[in-house]
């Protein structure tokens, strides 16, 4: 079956870099995007970017830009994201989810159809 | 700026129907897709498109569309219904080319 398995959790300090891994397995990795999503305490999801495994290019938030970067490993089915300059306010839970498009007829659908668990990113010094 | 809003929080009496909505410009371009997501777990897809369901969500869950609307309905809701549900969608005229709404809370009395 399709699954995302992510890295454990981290706890940083502020300034420091983070980088988070999702192996994916059960299909084939190249052949959708993924994204990376995240959830601060008791706030609502967040779109962080996403990642063409099968070219590498990616697309970030304007929000993250300059400070996050991912990347994958397709010998291992493993996308990854890494966020540069912690600061307190990024301690969140980070997802990565596989994107999944599809023309039905005259419509395109767009969604994330299988999330990974998240990983817990602590930021603090 | 781009964004999608939802009502911050719903209550429904347990077998009784709610709709939770969605609202955005880019819902005139693109069709929503709905998120469950429980304390302390990762989101759920639920509904995705016109009106589809994944393989194993129930068929009280269903989705629709109006302009720039998107409603998630719950037919009969049930105490594991309870949860926040996120709409989210492409959106091509804003900085990101996802966007989530805020989340909606679900209480099932």
């Known amino acids: 079956q399709v699954q995302l398995v992510q890295s454990g959790a981290e706890v940083k300090k502020p300034g420091a870099s983070v980088k988070v891994s999702c192996k994916a397995s059960g299909y084939t990795f190249t052949g959708y995007y993924m994204h990376w999503v995240r959830q601060a305490p008791g706030q609502g999801l967040e779109w962080m970017g996403w990642i063409n495994p ?8 304007q929000k993250f830009q300059g400070r996050v970067t991912m990347t994958r490993d397709t010998s291992i089915s ?6 540069s300059r912690l600061r307190s306010d990024d301690t969140a839970v980070y997802y990565c989810a596989r994107n999944y498009d599809i023309l039905t007829g005259p419509d395109y659908y767009y969604y994330m159809d299988v999330w990974g668990k998240g990983t817990t990113v602590t930021v603090s010094s | 700026s781009s964004e999608l809003t939802q009502d911050p929080a719903v209550s429904v009496a347990l077998g009784q129907t709610v709709r939770i909505t969605c609202q955005g410009d880019s819902l005139r371009s693109y069709y929503a897709s709905w998120y469950q997501q429980k304390p302390g777990q990762a989101p759920v897809l639920v509904i995705y498109g016109k009106n589809n369901r994944p393989s194993g969500i129930p068929d009280r869950f269903s989705g629709s569309s109006s302009g720039n609307t998107a409603s998630l309905t719950i037919t009969g809701a049930q105490a594991e219904d309870e949860a926040d549900y ?24």
């Open chain 1, 54 to 61: 099968n070219s590498g290019g990616t697309n970030y938030a």
């Open chain 2, 86 to 109: 996120y709409c989210n969608s492409r959106d091509s005229s804003g900085n990101h080319p996802w966007v989530f709404g805020g989340g909606t809370k679900l209480t099932v009395l």
């Open chain 1, 78 to 83: 493993t996308a990854y994201m890494e966020l």
